[in-house]
C-alpha cells in the first residue's frame, strides 16, 4: 500500500512568490495534518482536517499560509508570498483522530 | 511554552545495551502518548504508544513506560542495534482534541 504521498519533494524560490506543497492522503484515513520542522521549533502542527474540514487552524503562522483539503484525497498547504523564515521541511500526515498519524517523506522548502 | 520535553538532544550507547529515552509534559490532560522514529529526509514513523490508564506497554524490543504521577514517560529499547540510530520523538495528545504535541526529539546513536 502506497503511504502518505507529498509533492515536491524539494522546493527552491524567491522570497515573494507563491508556493504550493501537496499531499495525498492514505486511502480510507479521515483525518490529515500539517506540520513545519524547523530546527529552533522542532516539530509543530499547523492545520489539521477532519472529513476534509478544518478543524484546528491556530498553529498557521500569518495570512500568508492557507490550507485546502477539496476532497479525501488531496491537500494543498499554499505560502503566498514566501519568505525566507518560512524556509523548513513540511509534513502532511493523515490517520484517525486520537489514533496514531502517518507521515509522509516531507518537503525540503528553501526561500531566497 | 512547551507541553512536551525531550531534554536530551542526543544519547549514544553501545550495541546490546539498553537505550532509555526520557520525555516530560506538563499537562496533566493528556492521555494518549506516542513514540515516532525518524531517518534523516524521511518522515517519522509510528513506534509504539500508551494510554493513559495503562503504566507499560511492549511490543518486542521496545517497551514504554508512563508514570502520570511524574507526568514522565520514557521508551527502552532493548538489546539497542545500530539500526535503531535514529532522532526519538516523543508526542502527546488530549482525549478532546485530535492533534499531537510533539517533542524536540532525542537522537540516539547506536555505536557497534
Known amino acids: 500500500d502506497a503511504g502518505v504521498i507529498q509533492s515536491p519533494r524539494h522546493e527552491v524560490t524567491e522570497m515573494g512568490q507563491e508556493v504550493t506543497l501537496r499531499c495525498k492522503p492514505i486511502?480510507?484515513?479521515?483525518?490529515l495534518f500539517w506540520y513545519r520542522q524547523t530546527m529552533m521549533r522542532g516539530l509543530e502542527l499547523l492545520i489539521y482536517?477532519?472529513?476534509?474540514?478544518?478543524?484546528?487552524d491556530s498553529g498557521m503562522p500569518e495570512d500568508r499560509f492557507s490550507a485546502k483539503m477539496p476532497n479525501a484525497s488531496f491537500s494543498t498547504l499554499k505560502i503566498q508570498p514566501s519568505e525566507p523564515r518560512d524556509s523548513a521541511v513540511y509534513f502532511c500526515?493523515?490517520?484517525?483522530?486520537?489514533?496514531?498519524?502517518?507521515f509522509g517523506p516531507g518537503t525540503r522548502l528553501t526561500v531566497l | 511554552d512547551q507541553q512536551v520535553k525531550q531534554n536530551s538532544p542526543s544519547l549514544s550507547v553501545q550495541e546490546g545495551r539498553i537505550s532509555i529515552l526520557n520525555c516530560d509534559y506538563t499537562?496533566?490532560?493528556?492521555?494518549?502518548f506516542l513514540w515516532y522514529k525518524k531517518y534523516p529526509a524521511e518522515g517519522p514513523t509510528f513506534l509504539i504508544s500508551?494510554?493513559?490508564?495503562?503504566d507499560k506497554n511492549e511490543d518486542g524490543r521496545f517497551t514504554v513506560f508512563l508514570n502520570k504521577s511524574a507526568k514522565h514517560l520514557s521508551l527502552h529499547i532493548v538489546p539497542s542495534q545500530p539500526g535503531d540510530s535514529a532522532v526519538y520523538f516523543c508526542?502527546?495528545?488530549?482525549?478532546?482534541?485530535?492533534?499531537?504535541?510533539f517533542g524536540k526529539g532525542t537522537k540516539l546513536s547506536v555505536k557497534p
Open positions: 500526515a493523515s490517520g484517525f483522530i486520537y489514533n496514531e498519524q502517518f
Open positions: 486511502s480510507g484515513h479521515n483525518s
Open positions: 482536517f477532519n472529513n476534509n474540514v478544518p478543524i484546528d
Open positions: 499537562n496533566s490532560m493528556f492521555d494518549y
Open positions: 500508551i494510554s493513559s490508564i495503562k
Open positions: 508526542a502527546a495528545s488530549e482525549g478532546s482534541q485530535g492533534n499531537l504535541i
